[in-house]
C-alpha cells in the first residue's frame, strides 16, 4: 500500500513538475511480498521489513545522545589548538572565567584525575601497538584541533562564547602532514600474506605487464550527527553516559579505565546513532571531556564537538598503492603485486588489509605483497566503512581495466579468466562464494554485452558515454555475543543485547530473527540495545553484527524451546510426551512437532501449567574456529558515466552492485545498505577530499560545505541485485553480513567508467572535472 501512494505522489509531482522525472527510475524496485509460506508457517526472516524504529526516528520520538536532557544540566564547549605539534606553555582562562554563567575551565593542569598508563587508554579497537591519545592529559599537542580546554557553563553559547575568550600561549614546531612528501620514510608492517613464487622475476617475464600508483586521499565519515555525550550526574560519583558510539561496552570499559572508576560507577547508553560508518568504535574524546566535567562540578554536564572539531577524529588513512600485474597472452596472471602506503600517527600504528584482496579474487602462481606506514603529525586513522578494501580493491580493480586494456580483451572476460576459487592467501576454498553469478546477473541488468570496447566510441548528444566494471569482496566475520530472551505467557518476547544499531536495520532483523524462532508475531517481539548492562556485544562494525547477533538470538531461542518443552512434557496427557528439543519448532505461539501435523501444545498453556509466568534464558554464542574455509562476500559493480566532452562534467546515470552476501535478513534494510554504500562509492570516486595546507598541518574544507560528498542530484539510477547464496557452513542462519561490501569497488567501476568514457586514465581520487579535461 505504502509503495504504491509513494509512487502515486512521485507520479503527481512529476506531472506538476515538481520534480525530475527521473527520480522515478532511481525510486527502489523492492519486491513486497513476504517469503512464501514454509509448511503453514510464516517467516519473517527474508522478508522486506520495514524499520521497527522508523516511526521513533521520523517524528523525533528516538533520543540521539545529546539529546537527552537532565536537571541542573551544564553545557561544555571543546577549545581546540591551531597547532599542529608543540606544547602548551599556558592557559589564560580568566576573561572567560568572568563571562556569567561560567562555571569552570577544565584544562589538562586542573582536571580530574586521569589514568597515566597506556594500558588504562587502550579501548577494544585499538592498534595494538602504540600509545593511545589522551584526551586533557598534558602540554602536548600532536594533532591540529585537538582539544586542550573545556569550557564549562550554564548555557551553550555561553560555553562557546567564553571558549573563543581562552587564551592559549603554545610552543610551535614542525609538523609533517604530507604522505606523499613522506612517503621515503615507510616503514613496513607484518600482514598475513604469505608471498608465493617468484613474483618480480614472474612480473619481468611477463610478456603483457601493467604497473601503476592509484592515489586515495584522507577521508572523514561525516555523519550527521555530532559527536556528543550527556554525563548524567547520578550523586556519589556515579554517571550514566549517553554516548553517540558503536559500542557502548567498549565506551563503558573505557571510561571506567581512564577515569580509574568501577564498573557500576559507570552506565554507558546509546540507543541510536545517526551515522557512524567506523568512526565510532572507537570511544571519542567528547566522552571523555563530558565525564570529566560532570564529576568536577557534580552535575550532568554535556559536550558535542563542533563540524569542525569532527575533523580531529579518526579518518581513512591517505594511501599509496602500487599495483603490478604481469599477464600472458590469453590473460591468465603471472604475477600478482600490491604494495600500499599509507598514513597513521605519530604514537599508534594503525593499518587494516589493503593488498590481500587480489589474493582472495584471482589466480595467480606468484604474488607479493607489502603494507607500510609512514608517521603524520594526524590523529590516528581509523576504520571507515570497508577499511582496506575499500582502497585496495579501488587500485587493484582499476589495475585489472587497464590490464583489459592492455590485453585487448574484456574487462569481465579477464576476471572470469583468472577467477579463483580459493583463497590463496591460506590455500582453502570458500564456505560460499557466488561471485560468477554476481558477474553475470550483473552484466545481464546492465546490458554490459551491448558495450563497445574502444574508448570514446559511446556518446550521446554532446556527453561522452562511459562503461566500467569492478569486483568488490570484503569479510564474512562473526564475533562472540550474548542474547538474553524473556518470555511471557502473555505471548510476548524481549530480547536484549548490547549491542548498537547505527542505523544499520539491526532492530528490525534482530525483531525478525526473534519472531521467527520464537513462532511469535514480530509485534510481540521488543529489542532492548544500546545499553552496557545488557548482554554483551562485541561493538557494531566490520559487518559481523547480523551473523554475530542473530544467530546468538537462534541460540538462546533454543534453551528456551528446551525449557518451553520441558513445561509441556509435565502437562497431563500432553502429546509431547516422546518428544526431544530436535523433534519441535515454535510456530504461532505453540510448541509443535516438526514433522507431522499435531497441533501441539500453546505456549501459554505449557508456562500456566507450570506456573511459570516469565521465562528467561541467557545464552553466549561462540562461533567455532574454521581453518578449512574462507568466509567471504562478493560483488560486481557495473556502472555507467556520461561526461560533458567540454565542461568534464561526469554523471554517474547508472549503478548495478550485484551482492552475494549469504541469505539476506531483510530485502529492505538490506537494499538500504548497499544502496547506500554506492552512494560513498561516487563520492569516494567523484568528491570526497580533505585538503591539508601542509604548512600548518591543518585541513582547508574542515566542513561539509566545502568537503564535498554526493548530494541528491549526484544520484541516479542504482540496481541492487541480490544473488541467492545459500550457505551451510558458516553458521545456522546462513548470514554472512552487508554493512561494508557495498562500497568495495564502487570507486573503480566508476574510474574505469571514465577511462572507457574519456581515454583518461585519473589514478589519483576523486575524479574531479579539472582532471577529466586536462
Ligand atoms: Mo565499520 S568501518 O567496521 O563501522
Not at 589495475?399 to 585487448?408: G, S, T
Not at 570516486?685 to 574542515?702: K, P, Q, S, V, W
Amino acid at each position: 500500500m505504502l509503495k504504491i501512494t509513494r509512487r502515486r505522489l512521485l507520479q503527481t509531482a512529476a506531472v506538476l513538475g515538481l520534480i525530475d522525472t527521473s527520480t522515478l527510475a532511481a525510486a527502489p524496485a523492492l519486491p513486497e511480498t513476504p517469503r512464501a509460506p514454509k509448511e503453514g508457517r510464516r517467516s519473517y526472516v527474508g522478508a522486506p521489513t520495514s524499520r521497527i524504529d522508523g516511526p521513533a526516528k521520523v517524528t523525533g520520538a528516538a533520543k540521539y545522545a545529546a539529546e537527552f536532557g537532565a536537571a541542573e544540566l551544564a553545557f561544555g564547549f571543546v577549545v581546540d589548538s591551531p597547532i599542529t605539534k608543540g606544547r602548551i606553555k599556558g592557559i589564560d582562562a580568566s576573561a572567560a572565567l568572568q563571562v556569567p554563567g561560567v562555571l569552570d575551565v577544565l584544562t589538562h593542569k586542573n582536571r580530574p584525575r586521569l589514568a597515566d598508563n597506556d594500558k588504562a587508554w587502550k579501548d577494544d579497537v585499538a592498534p595494538e601497538k602504540g600509545s593511545p591519545y589522551r584526551v586533557l592529559y598534558d602540554d602536548r599537542i600532536v594533532f591540529n584541533r585537538q582539544p586542550v580546554a573545556l569550557v564549562l557553563a550554564e548555557d551553550g553559547d555561553i560555553a562557546r562564547f567564553a571558549a573563543s575568550l581562552v587564551l592559549v600561549d603554545y610552543e610551535k614546531e614542525e609538523n609533517i602532514t604530507d604522505l606523499e612528501a613522506e612517503r621515503a620514510n615507510s616503514f613496513k608492517v607484518e600482514k598475513d600474506q604469505r608471498p608465493r613464487g617468484n613474483a618480480q622475476k614472474a612480473f619481468a617475464d611477463s610478456p603483457i605487464r601493467h604497473e601503476a600508483e592509484y592515489v586515495i586521499p584522507t577521508e572523514y565519515h561525516n555523519p550527521m550527527e555530532l559527536y556528543g555525550s550527556t554525563a548524567v550526574w547520578e550523586g556519589d560519583g556515579k554517571l550514566a553516559v549517553y554516548d553517540k558510539t558503536q559500542g557502548v561496552q567498549n565506551v563503558q570499559r573505557y571510561l571506567c579505565s581512564v577515569l580509574e572508576k568501577n564498573s557500576d560507577d559507570i552506565h554507558v547508553l546509546g540507543p541510536f546513532m545517526g551515522g557512524g560508518f567506523g568512526s565510532g568504535l572507537r570511544p571519542q574524546h567528547q566522552v571523555v571531556l563530558a565525564a570529566l566535567g560532570a564529576l568536577k562540578l557534580q552535575r550532568s554536564v554535556r559536550v558535542v564537538f563542533t563540524r569542525q572539531q569532527m575533523y580531529a577524529l579518526g579518518h581513512r588513512p591517505a594511501t599509496i598503492e602500487r599495483v603490478a600485474l604481469g599477464a600472458n597472452a590469453d590473460g591468465s596472471l603471472n604475477s600478482l603485486n600490491h604494495e600500499a602506503i599509507a598514513e597513521t600517527s605519530q604514537f599508534e600504528d594503525f593499518s587494516r588489509n589493503d593488498t590481500g584482496w587480489g589474493n582472495l579474487l584471482y589466480t595467480s602462481p606468484n604474488a607479493y605483497s607489502a603494507h607500510k606506514l609512514v608517521r603524520l603529525d594526524v590523529p590516528t586513522p581509523a576504520d571507515m566503512r570497508a577499511p582496506g578494501a575499500a582502497t585496495g580493491v579501488y587500485a587493484l580493480e582499476s589495475a585489472m581495466d587497464e590490464l583489459a586494456v592492455a590485453l585487448k580483451m574484456d574487462p569481465l572476460a579477464l576476471r572470469l579468466k583468472c577467477y579463483s576459487d580459493s583463497d590463496q592467501n591460506r590455500d582453502v576454498p570458500y564456505t560460499s562464494k557466488r561471485l560468477r553469478e554476481c558477474y553475470q546477473q550483473g552484466a545481464a541488468a546492465f546490458g554490459w554485452e551491448k558495450r563497445s570496447s574502444e574508448p570514446r566510441s559511446m556518446r550521446e548528444g554532446t556527453e561522452l558515454v562511459g562503461w566500467g566494471m569492478a569486483t568488490g569482496v570484503w569479510e564474512a566475520l562473526q564475533m562472540p555475543a550474548t542474547v538474553r530472551i524473556a518470555l511471557a505467557a502473555d505471548g510476548y518476547a524481549e530480547i536484549s543485547c548490547a549491542t548498537s544499531d547505527i542505523g544499520t536495520g539491526t532492530y528490525t532483523i534482530m525483531a525478525q530473527v526473534a519472531a521467527d524462532a520464537l513462532g511469535l508475531p514480530m509485534e510481540n517481539v521488543s529489542i532492548k540495545l544500546g545499553d552496557s548492562t545488557l548482554p554483551q556485544s562485541p561493538v557494531e562494525g566490520g559487518s559481523w553484527i547480523a551473523a554475530s547477533v542473530c544467530n546468538a538470538i537462534v541460540n538462546t531461542a533454543g534453551d528456551v524451546r528446551e525449557e518451553l518443552l520441558r513445561l509441556a512434557k509435565r502437562m497431563p496427557g500432553s502429546t509431547l510426551m516422546d518428544a526431544t528439543a530436535d523433534d519441535v519448532t515454535l510456530v504461532n505461539g505453540r510448541i509443535v512437532r516438526i514433522k507431522g501435523l499435531e497441533r501441539g501444545v500453546l505456549i501459554a498453556d505449557a508456562m500456566r501449567s507450570g506456573t511459570v509466568d516469565r521465562l528467561e534464558k541467557e545464552k553466549t554464542n561462540e562461533f567455532a574456529k574454521r581453518d578449512t574455509h574462507a568466509q567471504n562476500v562478493h560483488s560486481a559493480i557495473f556502472a555507467e558515466v556520461k561526461i560533458d566532452e567540454q565542461l568534464g562534467i561526469i554523471r554517474v546515470t547508472r549503478v548495478v552492485n550485484a551482492v552475494a552476501a549469504g541469505r539476506i535478513l531483510n530485502l529492505k534494510t538490506a537494499h538500504s545498505q548497499i544502496m547506500g554504500s554506492v552512494v560513498w562509492g561516487i563520492g569516494m570516486a567523484l568528491h570526497e577530499e580533505t585538503l591539508y595546507d601542509h604548512r600548518f598541518g591543518r585541513i582547508m574544507n574542515a566542513n561539509i560545505a566545502e568537503y564535498h560528498v554526493p548530494v541528491n542530484a549526484d544520484v541516479h539510477d542504482i540496481k541492487v541485485i541480490f544473488v541467492d547464496e545459500p550457505d551451510g557452513l558458516i553458521n545456522r542462519l546462513g548470514v554472512k553480513g552487508l554493512g561494508e561490501i557495498g562500497i568495495v569497488g564502487v570507486a573503480a567501476a566508476i574510474a574505469n567508467a571514465i577511462y572507457h568514457a574519456t581515454g583518461n586514465r585519473i589514478r589519483d581520487l576523486p575524479i574531479t572535472l579539472d582532471k577529466v579535461v586536462a
